[in-house]
């Protein structure tokens, strides 16, 4: 039995960090033409089937991360999960919403160790898109660009009926990761920044992406952990690290420190407040972290089978599971705060 789970372990390890290996390897996938006939049939969001998550459709798992009182929480929370589609002998350029092997991995990866570090701070809200296959970054210019702007378009119509429909108003958590981070930062601009919606943002919460600090122009990064009204962004590369291809990638960019949450350059264990782990499991004290120019650099975090890690460099699919107590203790703090500056409204 203890070989049985330990292979399960393994398995459940591969799983979460298994994107990553396409990031560090050569593009030799295969594709078709992006064309009008290919392209999956566009979601209607006004239908409860076409979102992932609702406030009223939480899976069980979900649920366990969940506000046990969630009609009393004041603000939401819209989340676009990162890509998932990635086999290279995958040859569509986006995946339908009625993809259940996607959408397998919509709910039981990302939401479920993602957006569940903000399920405590408001409802959330999580639309299936038609998300761009991996190669739409590598093939940007052979038809990745169209991908892209086709799962924009979902992403948008679905933050549009949100509006429309949920929104009523309140306080709103914008969270991406990776792809989800492509189309959160778009929305950031096209609806918040200089506009009058901005005054509902608590935070947005977009790492796994190369953003800089002055990506907006009226919404601000933010340093200080109580801050409100602005964005942070990190990406997590093991200590003394750097993307394989090009060593300046990031550098530049925004780069939180998603521990102290202020212009701290290095932690250390007991500042580490969790590591949320595939078995469903918080590891505390788990990892230290050195900020460097563009990139969260973490040690091997402690945590069953972590020698296994020992061999990633690239800690990207972790962005926001390696500090999922911390964000979501954070996420809280900056709700709490924000709701106290608008006198409970």
């Given at each position: 039995?203890?070989?049985?789970?330990?292979?399960?372990?393994?398995?459940?390890?591969?799983?979460?960090?298994?994107?990553?290996?396409?990031?560090?390897?050569?593009?030799?996938?295969?594709?078709?033409?992006?064309?009008?006939?290919?392209?999956?049939?566009?979601?209607?969001?006004?239908?409860?089937?076409?979102?992932?998550?609702?406030?009223g459709k939480y899976?069980e798992s979900f649920?366990?991360?969940?506000?046990?009182?969630?009609?009393?929480?004041?603000?939401?929370?819209?989340?676009?999960?990162?890509?998932?589609?990635?086999?290279?002998?995958?040859?569509?350029?986006?995946?339908?919403?009625?993809?259940?092997?996607?959408?397998?991995?919509?709910?039981?990866?990302?939401?479920?160790?993602?957006?569940?570090?903000?399920?405590?701070?408001?409802?959330?809200?999580?639309?299936?898109?038609?998300?761009?296959?991996?190669?739409?970054?590598?093939?940007?210019?052979?038809?990745?660009?169209?991908?892209?702007?086709?799962?924009?378009?979902?992403?948008?119509?679905?933050?549009?009926?949100?509006?429309?429909?949920?929104?009523?108003?309140?306080?709103?958590?914008?969270?991406?990761?990776?792809?989800?981070?492509?189309?959160?930062?778009?929305?950031?601009?096209?609806?918040?920044?200089?506009?009058?919606?901005?005054?509902?943002?608590?935070?947005?919460?977009?790492?796994?992406?190369?953003?800089?600090?002055?990506?907006?122009?009226?919404?601000?990064?933010?340093?200080?952990?109580?801050?409100?009204?602005?964005?942070?962004?990190?990406?997590?590369?093991?200590?003394?690290?750097?993307?394989?291809?090009?060593?300046?990638?990031?550098?530049?960019?925004?780069?939180?420190?998603?521990?102290?949450?202020?212009?701290?350059?290095?932690?250390?264990?007991?500042?580490?407040?969790?590591?949320?782990?595939?078995?469903?499991?918080?590891?505390?004290?788990?990892?230290?972290?050195?900020?460097?120019?563009?990139?969260?650099?973490?040690?091997?975090?402690?945590?069953?089978?972590?020698?296994?890690?020992?061999?990633?460099?690239?800690?990207?699919?972790?962005?926001?599971?390696?500090?999922?107590?911390?964000?979501?203790?954070?996420?809280?703090?900056?709700?709490?705060?924000?709701?106290?500056?608008?006198?409970?409204?």
């Open positions: 039995m203890k070989i049985i789970n330990k292979l399960i372990s393994v398995k459940l390890l591969f799983t979460v960090f298994t994107v990553v290996i396409f990031y560090n390897c050569k593009s030799t996938y295969k594709t078709q033409e992006f064309l009008q006939e290919n392209i999956p049939p566009k979601p209607d969001y006004t239908k409860e089937d076409s979102w992932a998550v609702l406030p899976t649920q366990e991360y969940a506000s046990n009182n969630i009609d009393t929480l004041k603000a939401d929370v819209f989340y676009v999960y990162p890509t998932l589609i990635s086999d290279k002998k995958d040859i569509r350029w986006n995946a339908p919403i009625t993809d259940k092997e996607q959408n397998e991995k919509v709910l039981n990866k990302a939401v479920l160790m993602q957006a569940s570090a903000f399920a405590t701070s408001g409802k959330v809200y999580v639309p299936f898109y038609r998300q761009a296959h991996l190669r739409s970054y590598r093939l940007f210019d052979k038809g990745g660009k169209e991908a892209q702007e086709l799962a924009y378009s979902d992403v948008r119509s679905a933050f549009q009926v949100y509006l429309e429909k949920y929104n009523n108003g309140r306080p709103i958590i914008m969270v991406g990761h990776s792809q989800g981070t492509t189309h959160t930062s778009r929305l950031l601009k096209e609806f918040f920044d200089g506009k009058p919606l901005q005054k509902q943002l608590i935070a947005a919460y977009i790492p796994g992406i190369r953003i800089k600090a002055n990506t907006y122009t009226t919404i601000p990064a933010m340093n200080v952990p109580n801050e409100t009204g602005g964005f942070v962004s990190w990406n997590t590369y093991k200590r003394n690290k750097y993307p394989k291809k090009d060593k300046n990638w990031y550098k530049g960019s925004l780069t939180t420190n998603p521990i102290t949450w202020d212009n701290t350059k290095e932690t250390n264990l007991s500042e580490h407040k969790g590591f949320l782990y595939t078995n469903g499991k918080i590891y505390k004290q788990a990892l230290t972290i050195k900020i460097t120019d563009g990139l969260v650099w973490s040690t091997n975090p402690k945590f069953p089978l972590r020698f296994f890690m020992s061999f990633l460099k690239n800690y990207h699919a972790g962005d926001i599971n390696l500090f999922w107590q911390d964000i979501r203790e954070n996420a809280k703090l900056r709700t709490n705060t924000y709701l106290l500056k608008n006198n409970g409204d």
